[in-house]
C-alpha cells in the first residue's frame, strides 16, 4: 500500500496582510509510473486518520508533467474519490503540482498562474522527513528508569537516534534521497561512504534517483560503502577519497563533522552531509549540512525536545540507579527486557471518572449511556459509545440535572446574539444538540434573524457575505476530524466568527485535546480566534475501527465451525448458546440497540445455566453507593477502559502501560487476585491489549498467572470463578498466553475439574488451536534448522 508517501504539515503564508496558518497534505511520488488504484487507496487509507487539509501539493520527478496532470487533474474524481466530505471546487482550487528537477528545487506544472507559496517551500522537506523519523519510530527511549545508553564516546543518555529503524518503505526512503539531491553532485561524486549500512540503502535510492536524470549511456554505478560511525573513523581504516560523498545517519552534537574535517583533510565539507540533527548547540554552524532538524522549537513545534546528556562519572542515570546498556556498532547489548508489573490502584483513574459514572448511570439497568460496540451508521465500531441521544432525552425529562444546568447555562454564556447559523455534525446526537440549542435561544430573535440550522454536508448554504457567527455542533468528539473539515471549509467565510460547541469531548488523553483546540481556535486572528466550548470533557479508548466484541464475532464464528466439524453429535447446547451470543453482539451494534449495555461479557456457568455477571458492593472505583442494582456491565467496562487508557497514556515513567523493546509493562497477575468480582476480571481482559496479558514473557509471570486460573477453575461453581469463561476466551482468542507448560497444566486443570460442556469445548478449542498448533509449529522450525 505505501507506493506513495503521503504526509502533512502546517506552515504559515500571508493572506490580506495577515499571518494565516495553512495544513497541507504532500503526495510525494517516487516512481515515474502510477498505479492509479493503489495511489486512491493509499490517500483513502490517508483520510481515515488524518483531517483534510487546505491544500494538497503532489510532487514528481521532472518528464512526469502528463502523467500527474491527468491523473490528479484529469482523473481527480477517481484519484480523490477515498477523501470524505470532499469539495470538488475547493479542491481543484486547492491542488498544486510540482516536478523535481536534479537538483531538487520545484517547478510548479499546475496551476501555472500561481507560485509555489513560500511558507511551503521552507519547511516541506524537513516536514516530511521529521514525519517519517517519528511515525517509524527513529528515536529510541528506554521510557522508564531502568536503563540507558552508553555510546562509543563515552556519553550517557536515555535516547537515542536510530535512523536505520525508519527505512521501512521504498517511498519514503526515495524521498529521503530526494531531500539529498541539492547536496549530491553526480558529475564530482565518486563514492559514497555511510556511517552505518543500515541507511546503505538510502544511498542507492539516491543513485538510482540522479540516473533517472541521465541519458541511458551516461548512467553510473557509484560504490557504496560503510565506515562504521566511530569505529571506521577513529580507526582510519578507510582512506576517503576526494570526491567521496559522506552520509552520516543521525548527530545530536556533530561532532562528527568537525572530527571528519580535522582528521581527513582530504574531504571538503561540502560532500559531507548530517541526515538527521537533534541538539541544542548552534555554534557549530552546520545548518546548511543538515537533511532534517529534529529539534523542537518555536518555528518547527512538531520537533522532538532535545535531551540532556551526561558523561560516565556525573551520569544521572547511573546515579539513581539505571543500568548503562552499551551501543556499538548500532547494536543494542540487552540480554532481555526488563519487565514491570502494573497493580492497579485507587490513583489511577483520571481525576473525575467517578463522578461522571455517577452522573450519567443508569437507573435500574435502563436508559444506559456509557455503551460498547456501535458507531451510527457505520460497520466500524466504537469500543465505548456514549449514547448523547440519551442524555439530551433524559435533560428534557428531568434527568441529569447537573449536566442539564451546566448545558443551559453554556448555551446561554457562549451562544452569541448575532448567531447566524448553528452547523451541527451528520450524527443524530449532534442534530438533537443543535435543536435543543435552539429551543433555548430562539425566544431571543425575530423570527427573521432566527439562527439557520444546517448539516455539515450544506455549508454552501452559508452567505458568504453573512456577518455574525457560526455555531458549530458536536454531540461527542473522539478525534475531531470532522471538526478540522469544517474549519478548514469556513476559513474563506472572513466575516462570520466560529464558536465550537460540543456535548462532551472524549479523546483519548489531554495532549491530544489540547492540540485538537490549538488547531481549531487558529485563525486570522491569531491562536484565539474562534472559540471552542466543550460542556463536559472525559478522556478514555477512542478506538472505533475493530472493537473487542467486532473481534469476538470473527472468533465465534470459527469456534462454532470447530465444534460443528469436531463435536457435532455432542456441542448442540453450546453451539446454541454461542451462536445466540453472536446474534445478541449483532443486534446490539445496529442502530435499533445503539450499542451493548448488558450481555457483554460472557456469562457464569453454573450446572448448566448461564448467568450475567454483575458488580457487588465496594466497588474500589466508584466514591458513590446505591449502585449495584443500577449500573450495567457495560458501566464497569468503561470504568475499567478507562483506567487502563489513563495508564497507557500517563507521563509516570515507573508506572504506564506503553511497551518498548527494553521494558514490558505488564498487567500484573495479582490484580486479578486483588479484583475478584468477574465482571472487574472480564473488563480487564476485554479492556487490555495482548503485549499487556503477555504471561509467557516470563517464567515467574506464567506461573503465577497458571496458578490464579486453577484456582478460578477450581472454584468455577462460585463467585471467585464466575469469570472463567472470559478467561478461556481470553486465551482462546491469543490475547492472554503463557507459557506452553502452564497453559497444558490449566488445560488439564479444566478437563478434570469442570463437568459443564462449554468449558470441555473451551478446552478443546484452545488445545487444539493454541497447544497443538505451537507444537506443529516448532517441529517445523526444528526440522529447517536440521535441514540447513
Known sequence: MNNHYIYKFNYTEKESGVDT???????????????????????????????????????ARIGMEAVITKTFVEELDTTFKGIPKRQETHLIDNLFLATFKQSGDLNLIYPVSRKIPTGFLKNYINEGLQSIFISRGGLISSSGSSHHYVFPSGKHC???????????????????????????????????????????????ALTDLVNRFQKEENRKQIPIESFSSYDGLYKNDLGYKKNAFLLISASTSANIINYILENHSEIERKNIVVLYYLGKDRSLNIADKIACNLTFSKTNPNGIISYPTFKSEDCEFCQRGSVPVEVKGYSFLLEQPKINRILFNI??????????????????????????????NSNDKYEIYIDYSEILNGVQNNR??????????????????????IVHLEDTASKDLANYILSIVEKNYLQKNRPKKIAQDQLNQIDKGSEGAVVVVGSCITNGKNLLYISRALRNYHSLRIIYFVGITRTKNKEFLDNLKKNLKQGTYGSESSTFIEVESIFCENTSKKSSWSI????????????????????????????????????????????????????????????????????AFFDFSNYVDDVTQSEIYYTISSIINSLRTSDKTDRNLRQTAYVRNIIEPGNFNRFNDGIIQASILRAAKSDELIYSIDADLSSEMRGILQTVIKYHKEEQGEALLEFLYAIASKKMSLKRDDLITVINTLENECTDKIFIHFGAFIRARIIESENTKNKRTKRAKNTF
Not at 190 to 196: E, H, L, P
Open 21 to 59: 496558518v495553512v495544513s497541507a497534505t504532500v503526495i510525494f511520488c517516487d516512481r515515474d509510473q502510477i498505479n492509479q488504484i493503489t495511489l486512491a487507496a493509499a490517500i483513502k487509507k490517508f483520510y481515515e486518520h488524518n483531517a483534510q487539509s487546505d491544500k494538497i501539493f503532489v510532487i
Open 158 to 204: 536515555d535516547k537515542f537516534l536510530r535512523t536505520g529503524n525508519i527505512l521501512l518503505f521504498s517511498s519514503e526512503i526515495y524521498f529521503i534521497a530526494f531531500s539529498l539531491l541539492k547536496h549530491f553532485d553526480f558529475n564530482q561524486h565518486t563514492q559514497i561512504y555511510c556511517d552505518t549500512s543500515t541507511i546503505n540503502s538510502i544511498a542507492f
Open 347 to 376: 490513583k489511577d483513574p483520571d481525576r473525575g471518572l467517578s463522578k461522571f459514572v455517577e452522573q450519567f448511570k443508569s437507573q435500574k439497568k435502563s436508559n444506559t449511556i456509557l455503551k460498547v460496540h456501535y458507531k451510527e
Open 400 to 421: 441529569y440535572e447537573s449536566y442539564r444546568a451546566k448545558l443551559n447555562a453554556y448555551i446561554n454564556q457562549y451562544i452569541p446574539s448575532n448567531t447566524k447559523y
Open 552 to 619: 469476538e464475532i470473527e472468533f465465534l464464528k470459527d469456534f462454532i465451525s470447530y465444534l460443528k466439524n469436531n463435536f457435532a453429535n455432542n456441542s448442540k447446547t453450546s453451539q446454541q448458546y454461542l451462536f445466540e451470543r453472536k446474534n445478541k453482539i449483532e443486534t446490539g451494534g445496529g442502530n435499533k440497540s445503539r450499542g451493548l449495555s448488558e450481555d457483554i461479557f460472557y456469562a457464569r456457568v453454573v450446572s448448566g445455566k448461564y448467568q450475567p455477571l454483575r458488580i457487588r458492593k465496594n466497588f
